[in-house]
């Protein structure tokens, strides 16, 4: 079974510009989420959507959204890129029950120049 | 708001000793109790997922315990090999996972 796929691995854009990052979960999950690991700092949630629609939101600016599709694949998009936006971004899928455990893709490192 | 504190920071033994990590957290409302590990630059790999009702799991040299009630959990590593240098993160499941910041282990040949 495939896990967790994430793309691109690796990305670099200037400050400014806009970054769209992708997450594939494990075929019949239907939760992604969306965490940022910045360098010294410890792994921080984003955003999980379930069957499509954004169920909760962590400590971030709007310029930080995404979507998910009908196929539970998911989307995230930074917008306005700042310097402190260079992180490591892992997605995470989970099955239908909350007490599941999340399994993480192996993220995309975004370099903000 | 929940929060969860990892001790050590960073941890160094001599191969083959036996270690252990601690983790606490705030609000004891959690479904689940999960330890992961983390390769420098790579992703999570899930270790063990202790439930809220459970209070251990065992796999291979690993070892993790629950206290809910006072907000604790340990991940013991027996027989520690250079092979399990990493950092460890513990993380409680509500809505949402909240980590600790990790300890960075190694281990010495």
């Known amino acids: 079974e495939a896990g967790v796929t994430q793309s691109p691995t690796h990305l670099i854009k200037t400050r400014g510009q806009q970054a769209t990052l992708r997450c594939s979960p494990i075929s019949g999950h239907t939760s992604v989420y969306w965490y940022q690991q910045a360098l010294g700092l410890g792994l921080q949630f984003l955003l999980w959507?379930?069957?499509?629609?954004?169920?909760n939101r962590g400590n971030f600016p709007p310029r930080f959204s995404g979507r998910q599709f009908p196929n539970y694949s998911s989307e995230l998009n930074v917008n306005a890129l700042e310097l402190e936006d260079s992180a490591l971004y892992l997605c995470a899928s989970r099955p239908r029950q909350l007490a599941d455990t999340q399994y993480f893709g192996p993220g995309t490192r975004l370099t903000v120049l | 708001k929940q929060e969860v504190t990892q001790i050590p920071a960073a941890l160094s033994v001599p191969e083959g000793e036996n270690l252990v990590l601690n983790c606490s957290f705030t609000d004891s409302a959690i479904y689940n109790l999960q330890w992961f590990r983390q390769d420098p630059g790579k992703g999570l790999t899930s270790l063990l997922l202790i439930q809220s009702s459970q209070r251990e799991q065992t796999s291979g040299r690993l070892n993790a315990s629950l206290d809910k009630s006072s907000g604790r959990s340990t991940l013991y590593i027996a027989a520690s090999q250079p092979g399990d240098s990493a950092t460890y993160l513990c993380a409680v499941s509500g809505s949402r996972l909240t980590f600790g910041e990790g300890t960075q282990l190694t281990v010495n040949p």
């Open positions: 959507y379930d069957e499509g629609e954004e169920r």
